[in-house]
């Protein structure tokens, strides 16, 4: 075969094995599909002005004219075209316009995203894939519904006492990521840490503890004033945040559960000084035995997390959110960046796929055009054979998180 032969075949390959996304959110409701600024599918920044410089960078751009593209539009047609345009065609359309392209065969959906009332629930996505759609537990909503119901239980009861909330906490907890580490539905979980208190978490084992134990109870007592008051509760305190992951990576390291971490890329509640996934090194070496999985590239940080993903064994790295955040140029950087020293059987593809259906699309389209051009790069300077990179392609889109997250799939392929 000869290179323009392997060329075509590489191709081939990439634009039609099947992938697992092995992080997404759940698709926003009909009735609510205008609920959030579509600008979000280019950009994590937020508020009015942020929105519209969105819609003045690369990545807008080309996102732009795939999507026009896609819905048979002029090549000139532009951002505010494509927004007139989706409007405009039925929802389930829409739908099926931009999944059908994707050929992903089973979604991991973290769930937890906040916005349950406008979205829908995980398996109404079975429709749009082969395998059945499963479920991402998000540690941190989780605690929070959990202190909730306490800190209601307390009020209805006409008490309020810390340090009894605090041991109810506790063991809710455990019971509660036990189920979800037992349920078949459940295929791993999330933190949030690195927008909540930052991804320096500490190695704690119990809230309890003498040396924070009034501090805690301090901040139970705040935190119930506060609900009670306003109804609205969020876990943004570093001692109970921390205390939170650890349980859930020691739990998902008795029970084989990837535990899954927002690393990187993000909106402005990040401090974008403590997102680098270096700041987890103590905690991987902590939990030897639970599997962890750095998400979104780590961006800005993806050379770290590459560093991390070569040297532990319980490390794997997800190259998603960049499509299509990034300009196709940065695209390509990343993933060089994720093949530099990581090793490729430890590498996942996702979409980060949240509210709109063109997030799958274009979070489909435009990662197998970098991971098509990098490796067609490599080819063609004798750095890869073709064997070799159809290898890499099969495992980051497809094999890879099969394996780490134990779905027991068979890839459905399609001519």
């Not at 992951?245 to 029970?255: L, S």
């Amino acid at each position: 075969m000869d290179m323009s032969e392997d060329i075509r075949e590489l191709s081939r390959v990439v634009f039609s094995y099947p992938a697992i996304d092995n992080h997404a959110h759940a698709f926003l409701r009909e009735e609510h599909k205008n609920a959030f600024p579509f600008e979000g599918l280019v950009s994590e920044a937020s508020g009015e002005k942020a929105s519209q410089d969105a819609t003045n960078t690369m990545a807008c751009y080309r996102a732009t004219a795939q999507l026009a593209k896609l819905f048979g539009l002029a090549p000139v047609a532009d951002w505010e075209a494509v927004k007139r345009h989706r409007q405009e065609l039925p929802y389930d359309q829409l739908c099926r316009l931009c999944m059908g392209p994707t050929r992903i065969q089973c979604i991991l959906i973290d769930d937890g995203l906040g916005c349950t009332d406008n979205t829908y629930p995980y398996r109404w996505h079975d429709q749009f894939t082969g395998s059945p759609t499963k479920r991402i537990v998000r540690v941190e909503a989780l605690a929070e519904e959990i202190l909730k119901r306490g800190i209601e239980t307390q009020f209805v009861a006409g008490e309020l006492s810390p340090s009894k909330l605090c041991h109810r906490f506790m063991t809710s907890l455990e019971a509660a990521l036990t189920t979800a580490a037992t349920d078949s539905e459940v295929a791993g979980f999330k933190s949030i840490a690195c927008y909540r208190t930052g991804l320096n978490v500490s190695f704690v084992t119990s809230l309890m503890d003498d040396a924070v134990i009034s501090e805690i109870e301090q901040l139970l007592t705040k935190l119930s004033l506060i609900y009670m008051s306003k109804r609205e509760l969020r876990l943004a305190h570093k001692e109970i945040n921390d205390y939170v992951v650890n349980v859930a990576m020691r739990i998902a390291g008795e029970h084989g559960k990837p535990v899954q971490f927002h690393t990187g890329l993000g909106d402005n509640d990040i401090t974008l000084t403590l997102s680098s996934p270096a700041h987890l090194q103590p905690l991987i070496k902590a939990y030897p035995a639970t599997k962890i999985v750095l998400l979104h590239s780590s961006y800005p940080f993806t050379k770290e997390a590459g560093y991390l993903t070569a040297v532990y064994e319980n490390v794997y790295l997800d190259f998603g959110e960049i499509f299509p955040f990034l300009s196709a140029d940065g695209q390509r950087q990343v993933v060089r960046q994720v093949l530099e020293l990581a090793p490729t059987n430890k590498i996942m593809w996702s979409t980060d796929g949240h509210y709109w259906p063109e997030s799958y699309y274009l979070g489909t389209l435009q990662a197998r055009q970098a991971l098509f051009e990098v490796l067609e790069s490599s080819i063609k300077r004798w750095e890869l054979t073709l064997p070799q990179a159809i290898s890499i392609v099969k495992g980051a889109l497809f094999d890879n998180a099969n394996r780490i997250y134990s779905l027991g799939l068979e890839p459905i392929t399609t001519p």
